[in-house]
């Protein structure tokens, strides 16, 4: 679930109470208005003249590789931001100032598999499939460590690959290493976002 930010403009704090944060609802209470305390204990605007664009960047380091943004971030690494008083998520507002509007039903895939970055080059548009199918690693029930591959009984290990709502069967081997081949093979024929596997394969 989304968390709920702030109601003040260019606060990404959760709220508390009243659609405030912690700090703002206790200025509000205090001195009857979310502003900074100004002279002679008036409180003064809080209003972030700045355009979206611009509170959104002040809030992304370009140092690395990735562009990591330093706002709050919920759990899973995600995050929201509030252009024009509406919550999204900061990767997509990243995204649609690069490229234009994501077409109804698609989904964002970070290629780098980092969720607090908004580089625009390492988002792109796919479906649920597809954004499935660009795994770093096994899901965290897969008990041999290897993604699509289960030991099935001693000295066999079985390899299998999800597709459409089926598990398609890469058959079963004397080794994991073996296992691990086929699994990936297989998805490489029938997957077309596998990044992970087609590195491999190269």
Known sequence: MVPKLCSVDGCDRKTEATDLCGMHYQRKRKQGTTGEPGPRGK???????????ERFWAKVDKSGECWIWLGHKAKGGYA????KGRQVFVHRFSYEQAYGPIR????????????????PDHLRAVTNKQN????????????????????CAPG???????????????????????????????????????????????
């Open 43 to 53: 409180g003064r605007s809080h209003a972030d003249r700045r355009s979206p664009e």
């Open 80 to 83: 929201t931001f509030q252009p």
């Open 104 to 119: 109804d039903g698609m989904q964002l895939d970070h290629t780098c598999h980092n969720p607090a970055c908004v580089k």
């Open 132 to 151: 499935g199918e660009n795994r770093s690693g096994p899901y965290r029930t897969n008990t041999s460590g290897v993604r699509g591959v289960r030991q």
């Open 156 to 202: 066999i290990w079985r390899a299998d690959v999800g597709h459409n709502g089926i598990k398609v069967y890469a058959g079963s081997y004397k080794t994991i290493e073996e296992a691990e081949a086929a699994v990936i093979a297989k998805r490489n024929e029938l997957f077309t976002h596998n990044d992970a596997d087609r590195r491999i394969k190269n």
